[in-house]
């Protein structure tokens, strides 16, 4: 009867709320919505939602899973299946560090007709930024497997569920600028193995950080419609990267602290997304965060997200709040040198001083190269904790670059 009771108040407010949806303010550059006049109470609304949904799936026994709830740890680390849509998409991404100097960033995004969106950095001291043979240019043919996502000579392949993945790249890379490029012959033969837990953005991230998300926006149906549409399944995991790199017949050891992700959905599309800045830092005492800030404005135009990992004792906290607006640094296509800003974990607040090394790696994915990522690579500290880590900056791209 109570959960009944509460399912009517949320629909008597969802529709004054639709009735009154021209109340909010004025977005700031036409894109980042503020807290309008019922902020407070679809805030609390939000809240009593997802209270219910947690309620539901823990009354519906067999549903435990990722994602949607229906899938098992050993089918999720698998290629999925990819939808009929014509930007369906089925994506995994790594990186990596040292304290040496070392850094790595590679992924492949699985599209329908044998496509892929492939890529490989890797920084190497006294050498410079390498990059694979097709960027800025992400899309290759794929090679057709059953358990690997493959194209270009890059392959990422799962061995173990949530323990252990193999990556391969065997190719050219170039260095330097575009216009004159120096080639190197590069084979990368690592794996990726971790014991630590997983992060689930459905049922993981901080969900009053969330409520605040969806409550600052504009309720219309079409609102609620795209939401659901635009959904999709994302869980992170770090880790360490082992393994070696041979640079024209030189071996290079890697010994990492890494990361993964695993995305899927029915549909990936670059269009709808305004910006979004994600960092990965891994600090000398071994904790791992990841913070990420993103700006979908036709559903979410502004969203903090992200965990604090402490690898000792296993503990994974989301981020609650974060004080670094998009608008704030880069919005006009030019990031910045260094950055800093804070943020709150388990009601902790740590302060981040980032200072990006002098390389971009730029590269561009959708059709028509619809958006435009820029992979940072920085050293810093956190509450004084000196760290390294990977950056990646995304901006729409629509009309704007032709290559």
Request: hydrophobic share 35%; aromatic share 12%.
């Amino acid at each position: 009867m109570i959960i009944i009771a509460i399912s009517i108040i949320v629909s008597i407010f969802t529709t004054i709320f639709l009735r009154n949806r021209k109340l909010g303010k004025e977005k700031i550059l036409n894109v980042y919505s503020s807290p309008g006049k019922w902020y407070l109470i679809k805030y609390l609304t939000m809240l009593i939602l997802f209270q219910l949904r947690n309620l539901s799936s823990k009354l519906k026994p067999g549903k435990a899973g990722i994602g949607y709830g229906t899938k098992k740890l050993e089918d999720i680390e698998k290629l999925q299946p990819l939808s009929q849509e014509k930007k369906a998409f089925d994506a995994v991404f790594y990186q990596g560090v040292n304290s040496s100097g070392y850094y790595f960033a590679g992924g492949i995004e699985r599209r329908p007709n044998s496509k892929v969106n492939g890529l490989v950095y890797l920084l190497v001291p006294e050498l410079g930024l390498l990059e694979s043979e097709s960027l800025p240019k992400t899309e290759l043919n794929a090679d057709e497997t059953e358990n690997s996502f493959a194209g270009g000579g890059i392959s990422f392949t799962p061995v173990v569920p949530m323990k252990k993945w193999d990556i391969y790249y065997k190719g050219r890379m170039w260095l330097g600028p575009e216009s004159n490029k120096t080639w190197y012959n590069v084979e990368l033969k690592a794996e990726f193995t971790s014991d630590m837990p997983h992060f689930v953005v459905d049922s993981d991230a901080d969900k009053k950080c969330l409520a605040r998300a969806i409550a600052r926006e504009t309720w219309t149906k079409e609102f609620f419609k795209t939401l659901e549409k635009s959904h999709q399944t994302h869980y992170e995991q770090m880790g360490n990267i082992t393994g070696k790199v041979i640079i024209n017949e030189k071996e290079h050891i890697l010994n990492l602290q890494g990361f993964r992700d695993h995305s899927f959905g029915h549909q990936r599309d670059w269009t709808l997304l305004h910006r979004y800045i994600f960092h990965m830092l891994y600090l000398e005492n071994d904790v791992r965060i990841c913070i990420g800030v993103i700006s979908q404005p036709c559903t979410i135009s502004h969203f903090e997200i992200g965990y604090v990992l402490n690898p000792k004792t296993k503990e994974i906290h989301p981020v609650q709040r974060a004080d670094l607006k998009l608008y704030q640094h880069g919005e006009d296509g030019e990031p910045p040198k260094s950055i800093a800003f804070t943020f709150n974990a388990n009601d902790d607040k740590y302060d981040c001083k980032i200072d990006y090394l002098p390389y971009n790696g730029v590269h561009y994915k959708g059709n028509d190269i619809e958006a435009k990522l820029i992979e940072r690579f920085f050293v810093g500290e956190v509450n004084g904790v000196k760290c390294r880590g990977v950056s990646e900056w995304h901006y729409n791209n629509v009309g704007t670059y032709t290559k």
